[in-house]
């Protein structure tokens, strides 16, 4: 029979299943029974929405059965089965498309890393088992299919036989080595106690032999072995259970069950709610940015159930796009099961549902980062540009909920803060909110344009992140205090003319600056004496709403429109290097040219602008030195 390839890609990831050094290889057997309900789910969805057939609940099962001598495990399903082609195309490829893209980002070295992040499913049952047939029969088709493989190397597909729809996967346990057991797989307690730890909840029966013994009939002290059929698992779905029953561990079981993202969760929320709407609901924060969150492939949602029954897999509706981190799943009595998507967007009862929810988030929130600030600042890192983003979009209108949920890198205190703890700390004559933009917080550290501001003993926000001004411009003011870039015009530091004798020579050197503006020719909108800075020779700032960080941001944006944010060249009179200018100004004008254009360079070479002219930047340069 010829032999089918896999799919490149998910060779490789194959052989690292094969040869798995996992941990954890007993989430074989929760992947196996999750796709089983999977299945059944499939079929159940299919008779509701099919008033010619009827959801016979006793025969939608899983039975799970081993062969210790022959090495063999069985998983059947009664769900909706596999025709051929389905055979193929769900058990001939691997990861989907974005967990390959993540693979090749994040080089994985070994088979450890690979079940958490992917959850690739199926296959983990190569990490047990050295061969995998898998008969199925389609529902609604009278063929079944056996698919067969030893891993790697390929698998085939032949017709077979089958009585009923479902599926049967039947694992040949790998022999033990010096090093592995593989036993537990084969013997009934092992099963059955994997089948707790992963899959109590699975809300049809797994069913398994088990075996017992009891009193010999007629006789009182012999006993005999036999055998009876029992559902092993409590098929109370988690989010049904009552809190105090659950540990930290089911709820994180439960998250890489539904491989809701390869860490473990930072924080659980289980919710529920008896009244004008009742729902229960698991949510879920997770600890790390998914690869694609800020990308725009990621879709945010929740898992939707009504009455125990998945009507969604991801309902976008149930969340706010800045709480689109949160995980989990929602199950309402409430909602009608035959609903329409269309017309699910406009259920009251899931607007409800979502305000509720959303709000639960926010107090989650709030308390995690009064009670738990090192779990806050981890979600911070993960998920604090998301909150950014929803303060800057739907024109503000979200800033009153999530302007207290974020930090900033503190100049001072050289850790992030609240807004409210830097507005609770500021001295009396100080007016603005400070902050200074710049790509990390070690290149903010040295711009010129923070001096003064710090000298006066001022805190400073470090804004590292393009949206930060955005999302500050939409805030606008907090606590009655406005925001102010350490870069803007007017700084709001009253300086006195003796202890700054910039302000007293700025008339007098008048002509110099209204000359060294027409040198520049239209690339700064002035030049001034500078209040701000005390021993840098020069810096930029800006007039107007526009900033220079802004104006970079803007301009990398794709259809952007050229904006330029007005520039002004503040030249340190203190510094001798304006000496130097004067005298250039009254002998010398080629100089004073010559070095115009080096001190604008340079002012955007500190700022992180290009330079529009490298080669003619290095050439006045060496003139300079000749
Ligand atoms: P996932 O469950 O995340 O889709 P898996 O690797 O676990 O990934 O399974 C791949 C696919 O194979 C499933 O999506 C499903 O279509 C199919 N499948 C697996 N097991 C069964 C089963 N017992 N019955 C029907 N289909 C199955
Ligand atoms: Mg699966």
Known sequence: MEKKQFKTESKRILDMMVNSIYTHRDIFLRELVSNASDAIDKIYYKTLADDTLTFEKDKYYITIASEKENRIVKISDTGIGMTEKELTDNLGVIAKSGSLAFKKENEIKDGYDIIGQFGVGFYSAFMVADNITVISKSFGSDKAYKWESTGADGYTIEPCNKDCVGTEITLKIKENTEDDNFDEFLDENGLKSIIKKYSDFIRYPIKMNISNSKLKEGSETEYEDFVEEKTVNSMVPLWRKNKSELTDEDYNNFYAEKHYGFDKPLKHIHISVDGVISYNSILYIPEKTPYDFYTKEYEKGLELYSNGVLIMNKCADLLPDYFSFVKGIVDSEDLSLNISREVLQHDRQLQL???NIKSKIKSELDTLLKNERDKYEIFYKSFGRQL???????????????????LFYSSTEKKNVTLDEYVSRMPEDQKYIYYASGETNDRIEKLPQIEMVSDK????????????EFAVKMISKYKEKEFKSVSSGDLGIDVEEKENPSIADDKENKELFEYMKTTLSGKVKDVRASKRLKNYPVCLSNDGELTIEMEKTLNSMPNNENVKADKVLEININNDMFKVLKGCFDTDKDKLDLYTNILYNQALLIEGLPISDPVEFTNNICKVML
């Open 388 to 406: 950014k983003y929803g303060i800057y979009s739907d024109y503000g209108s979200n800033k009153d909920t999530l302007q207290d949920l974020l």
């Open 353 to 355: 549902i979502a305000k």
């Open 457 to 468: 003993g001022f805190e400073i926000l470090y804004f590292t992140d393009e949206v930060d």
